[in-house]
């Protein structure tokens, strides 16, 4: 059965739901949207469809960005959830940063119904997102894919078909988890640079064309130095929980994590310290905080 691309259906218009929502409408294509805060959705150039049942009805095509595994399930098996409205020849492609676990449940589940599940992991954050450059990792049904390319092409530039089901989340745990150590472990020596005295715009000019080079040294610090944290990007609360989710895929695949158990103390000691609901980034002024109030970013001397 030929899957109609318009409309198509998003649930879950924030932070990145959003974006990817606007450039797909920006491409032409029409979008029905629903989220848990209805005000979300015009500002992504969706039209607000009256429930989730009635975006189900009529879209043959949708999509999810949602914050995890839990929120997902209530989606897709909750009362008047997309399992309970799916229709034979849908395909539902989550977007979001899921348990590879519950995402091979949920496909199982819906491909009694008949509807192909793709998962699709996405990387390169807010600023990738408004260009239309993320990178997704998608397993499940090669067909499906190539059917919704022209709504994945809108803001995506690199779309990698890992496998089966589950192999696009679980390549996303994987480059999530890498994201985090190397956040964390550049926030921490960026303080203990400014603790020595180090210049440190220098000092990343150094890691960057050293051994040391890291996409948050190449990326993120040249502006954090600067006073710009990127904001708008994955939170350090979502930050934790991608961590948590590698720590429970490495259990389930016996494979011993000693850099783990680390990692997720930074960001969940950060967010205690008041930094979960802003940018993971952040996680550098609580290094600094527990340095005795260090900040990396220059100061305004006039301010």
């Known amino acids: 059965m030929a899957v109609s691309l318009t409309p198509a259906g998003m649930v879950g218009t924030g932070n990145m739901g959003g974006r990817m929502t606007r450039r797909m409408v920006e491409a032409g294509h029409r979008l029905l949207a629903v989220d848990a805060d ?19 009805a009529r879209c043959d095509v949708i999509m999810m960005s949602l914050p995890d595994s839990s929120v997902i399930e209530s989606v897709v098996r909750g009362p008047g959830g997309l399992l309970s409205r799916a229709r034979d020849g849908q395909v539902i492609i989550d977007l979001s940063t899921a348990d590879p676990k519950s995402t091979r449940a949920l496909h199982d589940a819906l491909a009694a119904r008949g509807v192909r599940y793709l998962d699709a992991g996405i ?16 397993g499940g049904d090669t067909g499906a894919l190539a059917e919704v390319r022209p709504l ?27 994201n985090g150590v190397t ?3 550049t926030a921490e020596v960026m303080v203990a640079g400014k603790k020595a005295g180090l210049d440190l715009g220098q000092l990343l ?29 994955l939170t350090g609360r979502l930050m934790a929980k991608d961590v948590r989710l590698y720590l429970s895929l490495a259990e389930d695949l016996g494979v011993t994590t000693l850099i783990g158990p680390a990692t997720v103390t930074a960001f969940g000691v950060s967010n205690a310290l008041g930094y979960g609901d802003v940018i993971s980034n952040r996680v550098v002024d609580a290094f600094g905080d527990l340095a005795g109030g260090v900040r990396v970013a220059r100061q305004d001397p006039d301010g």
């Open 123 to 138: 990387s390169g954050g807010a600023a990738a997102a408004d260009k239309g450059t993320l990178t997704l990792m998608v």
């Open 152 to 178: 994945l092409d809108a803001f995506s530039a690199h779309v990698h078909h890992m496998g089966a089901s589950g192999a696009g989340h679980t390549a996303k745990v994987l480059n999530n988890f890498l």
């Open 38 to 56: 209805p005000a979300r959705v015009p500002a992504s150039g969706a039209t607000a469809a009256a429930s989730l049942a009635d975006l189900a």
């Open 205 to 233: 000019e150094v890691i960057n064309s050293s051994s040391g080079v890291s996409y948050a040294s190449l990326n993120r610090f040249p502006r954090i130095i600067e006073g710009d944290y990127l904001e708008g990007g």
């Open 183 to 185: 956040l964390a472990a």
